[in-house]
């Protein structure tokens, strides 16, 4: 019975080296995921920003664009009415 027993001992030493080395594996695979998972996040607040600074911009570019058209638009009356109105 004490064999039965050293036996079982070497068998859990050797399942518990095994698990602490899936347990490492595991560790390293899960600092790497994290690594690019925080590059990507890195990638994704730039690309944000930039978009946000391109909305800003096409709205500069539709205010000013907004008012030369009413810009035109008035003088284009103004000089209708000028020429219509009867001297």
Known sequence: MA???????SSW?????????????LEGQMATLSAKIDTHDSVRSKDIADIRVEIGMLKAKA???GVLAS???????????TFLRPH
């Open 13 to 25: 030493f050797e399942y518990r080296r095994m698990i602490l080395s899936a347990l490492e594996r």
């Open 63 to 65: 205010v000013v664009f």
């Open 71 to 81: 810009v035109v638009v008035t003088f284009g009356l103004n000089l209708l009415v």
């Open 3 to 9: 064999g039965n027993l050293e036996f079982q001992d």
